[in-house]
């Protein structure tokens, strides 16, 4: 398994990273996260129909890079570190990998090319954003194909043109394609700690909707490791920017006459945090790796995910910390990441969570 | 090369030339001309230039063939690579050949009980008289000291200079009248470290290494390849089962003495091996409290491996100093092994109070327990490391310091 990123990789790190620090700087980050619609059509278009960040991971076929779980990380990574506000994580990440891996050839064929290409938004709706043992609970297809439930929480729905809904039906779990428009859909937006992430309440009442495929139990583990790599990696971007920046920090902050960085409690905090950042980037870098290979630790994706979302509120609590009264501001932007960080601790699996998920999965290899 | 032609290479050579019936330094000399000894040495020193990786193989066709390798346990890695990257070639000559045949054993003479940490504080004292250096002072925490036939020394020749500049560095023959090693009994019974006494010691001027005053420099070479080694596994030299041949009986004679201090060094990384079999045999598996602290150790683990492959690779390529990345290597090495004693505990919970042969896993899991504190000292404090982490890898400034100007003047103990 490759354990170092190639060339080609190192050259798309270096572009998307070029792109969001220039189309997304934290000024305009700050704007999206106060517009109800959360992200600007000028910089979407820009990224994802120009850029191709969208696609990524899609299929050549199907308008895409024909990238892996290594490439999507790069983007999610760099995404994660420069905040950037709009709805990639929800179309191209979640719905993007469950059309992948759950949706029929025809469908695929249908859908993915406006996901691939930013000029469809579309968000996964699942009604568990804690486990995958949970989804199909609330949501469940009749059997004229009508859909009705409630998903506590979608990411973006508010914003999406196309929304891919897990159901549990008489076969089992399906995926259906729901216009944005369609009739019995409710989305109404959630007030949310992180604004930079728009949620909202979905509910369904005999909603029209198309299946698009079968989501067999393997399937949807599938769907969730790969969401869990690509917002590890999400994470881990936050984290090493958090890091960054708070150590720049204590360097220039000067109190009792030295840099506050000078100061031992200060240092050897910010060296357990390098520590746990780095074991945390090498585990999440695992997971794509793994995926792409198809081989390793079948739980590597929830060491990742419990890794990085716990480094990442470490790197956020010292971020805040660290820059003492200046960093409990509004005005400072430290908050945006810690809120980030929150959010994403939590979405798809709590770092415990994963850590059950993974000694299940443990148990059961041995 | 690749892992392949460098497994038919090994397999031919020791096809040709592996005997069970050789004395033991006669089959390490015909090794060491075979260029097999220490393939990751340079090819004008016994070896093949080769990476870490190939090395591997190498050592794995010799364990597929019970073959006997060139002698590796204890300090005396520290003292071939010290010599490899500062001596003069008249000392590698002379010094790393007995090294690898296993004819010489080295231990390392750093600490002092008024510097540990503070290293470049030492005043063991190195005068010249009569073209000679004469060596007074004490020393102490020295792994394998009590059987060492050399050490390596630093000593302060000039007394003048700030702290740094005044150290010198020497290949000490332990075989004389003027040094004395006692033993010393640790908190988990094994006397592993001694304390030892030199008194008018004499080296020769041929075993200064590095140049009078360059002491410091040479150290610190020392150091780093110490602590690299903390976050490497360390690979089993031994050759398992009772093999029949006159070199094994000469080759366990050697293991048993050289290995003897290091019989816990296991125990003090915390046997993470053990963790998921002694869940699984208390049943402590199936509570929800101990898999967590179980699952955090294995991300810990893994994500140090894997972290510490990539600072390799990365060092091979050339971008990244050595001190620094073994450093990190070390605290995550201190981090793991606490984290699996705490997770021990809660395996074993009351039994934790027993230790010996009628205790979990024949007593290895109490050895654990009193062992872990050691990582976290040896080989530099976690402490010193997280001061080297903030200040050489995040840049961090250094804080105020009360020790410059000559080394005469400082502040130390008594
Ligand atoms: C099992 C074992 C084997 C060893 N083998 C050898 C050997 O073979 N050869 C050899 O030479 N030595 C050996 N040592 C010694 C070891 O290197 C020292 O014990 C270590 O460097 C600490 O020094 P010290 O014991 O004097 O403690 P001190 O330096 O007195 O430290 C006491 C405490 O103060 C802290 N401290 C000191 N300075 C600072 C600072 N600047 N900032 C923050 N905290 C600080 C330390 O972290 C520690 O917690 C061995 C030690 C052990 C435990």
């Known amino acids: 398994m490759q354990t170092e990123f190639s060339k080609e990789q190192n050259l798309l790190r270096d572009i998307v990273s070029r792109a969001l620090r220039d189309k997304s700087p934290v000024t305009a980050v700050r704007e999206s996260m106060a517009t109800n619609r959360g992200y600007d059509p000028v910089v979407w278009q820009e990224l994802c129909g120009d850029a191709g960040l969208a696609g990524v991971h899609l299929p050549e076929v199907h308008g895409g890079a024909g990238g892996g779980a290594a490439e999507l990380g790069i983007v999610a990574e760099e995404m994660g570190r420069t905040l950037f506000c709009g709805p990639w994580f929800a179309s191209a990440v979640m719905a993007g990998t469950a059309l992948i891996e759950a949706a029929d050839e025809e469908d695929r064929g249908a859908l993915l090319p406006g996901v691939a290409d930013g000029s469809t938004i579309a968000t996964l709706v699942l009604d568990d954003l804690n486990d995958p043992a949970g989804v199909g609970g609330s949501i469940s297809s009749a059997a004229d194909g009508k859909l009705s439930g409630t998903a506590a929480m979608v990411l973006d729905a508010h914003v999406a043109d196309l929304l891919l809904v897990v159901a549990s039906g008489a076969g089992g779990l399906g995926l259906h394609a729901v216009e944005s428009g369609a009739s019995g859909l409710t989305i109404e937006p959630l007030q949310v700690v992180d604004s930079t992430r728009k949620l909202s309440r979905v509910a369904l009442a005999d909603v029209p909707g198309r299946c698009v495929g079968e989501v067999s139990g393997d399937a949807l583990n599938r769907i969730w490791d790969r969401i869990c790599s690509a917002l590890a990696h999400e994470i881990i971007g936050g984290a090493q920017h958090l890091f960054e920046t708070t150590v720049n920090y204590t360097k220039e902050r000067f109190q009792f006459g030295r840099p506050i960085g000078s100061f031992q409690a200060l240092k050897h905090r910010c060296a357990d945090l390098l520590l746990e950042i780095e074991i945390a980037r090498a585990l999440t870098h695992h997971s794509a790796r793994c995926l792409d290979a198809g081989a390793g630790e079948p739980w590597a994706a929830s060491m990742a995910k419990a890794a990085a979302a716990d480094a990442c509120m470490s790197a956020a609590r010292a971020g805040i910390q660290l820059r003492g009264g200046i960093g409990f501001t509004w005005e400072n932007d430290t908050h945006l990441w810690f809120k980030r960080a929150k959010g994403s601790e939590v979405l798809f699996g709590t770092p415990a969570i994963h850590r059950e998920r993974m000694m299940t999965m443990l148990e059961g290899a041995a | ?414």
């Open chain 2, 1 to 414: 090369m690749t892992p392949d032609r460098i497994r038919s290479e090994v397999s031919a050579w020791l096809d040709a030339n592996w005997r069970v019936d050789r004395p033991l330094i006669e089959w390490r000399n015909i090794l060491l001309e075979g260029g097999w000894a220490a393939p990751h040495w340079p090819e004008e020193w016994y070896g093949r230039g080769f990476t870490l990786d190939q090395t591997a193989v190498v050592a794995e066709v010799f364990r597929e063939r019970d073959a006997v390798p060139a002698a590796q346990v204890g300090p005396r890695g520290l003292a071939s690579e010290t010599i490899l990257a500062c001596g003069s070639d008249d000392q590698k000559r002379r010094f790393l050949r007995p090294i690898l045949t296993g004819e010489h054993t080295w231990c390392q003479l750093f600490s002092e009980p008024g510097s540990g940490s503070d290293l470049a504080g030492l005043s063991t004292r190195a005068e010249l008289k009569d073209g000679k250096w004469i060596i007074n002072g004490q020393k102490v925490w020295n792994t394998s000291a009590h059987h060492a036939d050399f050490g390596l020394l630093v000593a302060r020749s000039d007394w003048d200079v700030p702290k740094h500049q005044g150290i010198s560095y020497f290949l000490l023959d332990m075989r004389q009248p003027g040094v004395e090693a006692r033993p010393l009994r640790q908190m988990n019974g094994h006397q592993s470290f001694n304390e030892v006494f030199m008194t008018n010691a004499v080296v020769p001027p041929e075993d200064l290494i590095g140049g009078e005053g360059n002491g410091w420099h040479v150290a610190k070479t020392t150091l780093s390849f110490e602590r690299r080694g903390f976050s490497r596994r360390v690979r089993g030299s031994s050759i398992d089962g009772a093999k029949q041949g006159p070199i094994y009986e000469e080759y366990e004679e050697e293991l048993r003495i050289a290995a003897e201090p290091y019989t816990w060094y296991p125990q003090r990384e915390g046997r993470v091996d053990l963790v998921l079999p002694r869940a699984r045999e208390t049943g402590t598996i199936a509570d929800p409290a101990t898999r967590q602290e179980i699952a955090k150790l294995i991300c810990l683990y893994t994500g140090a491996r894997l972290a510490s492959d990539s600072a390799e690779a990365s060092r091979k390529a050339g971008t990244t100093e050595i001190i620094p990345a073994g450093s990190i290597g070390k605290l995550a090495a201190s981090v793991i092994a606490r984290q699996a004693s705490h997770v021990h505990t809660m395996i074993s919970r009351a039994d934790a109070m027993l230790s010996g042969p009628d205790s979990a896993a024949d007593g290895i899991i109490a050895e654990v327990l009193v062992s872990v504190p050691a990582i976290s000292i040896a080989g530099g404090t976690d402490e010193i490391q997280r001061n080297i982490i903030s200040e050489r890898v995040l840049g961090m400034p250094k804080g105020y310091r009360a020790d410059q100007g000559p080394f005469r003047d400082i502040k130390r103990n008594a």
